[in-house]
């Protein structure tokens, strides 16, 4: 049985480096176009939906942090989920404050027949490392972007634009 033959690497150069970051970008980009055009909903607003489905319930601060957002814009995004009637929003009787999410029929039904990832293609392939690979990919990140000036840190509680 022939070894299978693996190319050599070509080395590291900052425009190789580039170009992948394109590649990631683009195609997380068209992905959440392509569940725009598949659902009638944003790829932020389907993740949402995902969420709702592996634990229905959650409050809103729960799911702004399940999907790493400003409380602010989960609580946008589930209005707008509401008021196209793919969730509900229900207060517990104990305490009327507490207001918890479900799906209604409509948002299981359309999460069965949405695209998948329902997550997106860029927080998929995340969640599926392996914590050594998301470790070390956090350590370079954080390196470069310890290179850049004036970073906003408040852009990482933000979805990406293409995904809103």
Known sequence: MAE???KPKKPATPL????RFRILIRTAQRHSQWIERKSGVTGAQLWAL???KEAAGLRVGELANRMAL???TASNMVDRLETAGLLRKE???ADQRVVRL???DEGVALLARAPSPARGVLPEALRLMDEDGLSSLQSELDNLLHQIKHL???FGMQPLPFTE
């Open 4 to 6: 299978t033959q693996h």
């Open 16 to 19: 190789s480096v580039l170009q």
């Open 50 to 52: 995902q969420e709702l």
């Open 70 to 72: 400003h409380q602010s």
């Open 91 to 93: 207060r517990t009787s």
């Open 102 to 104: 479900y799906l209604t």
């Open 152 to 154: 906003d840190e408040g």
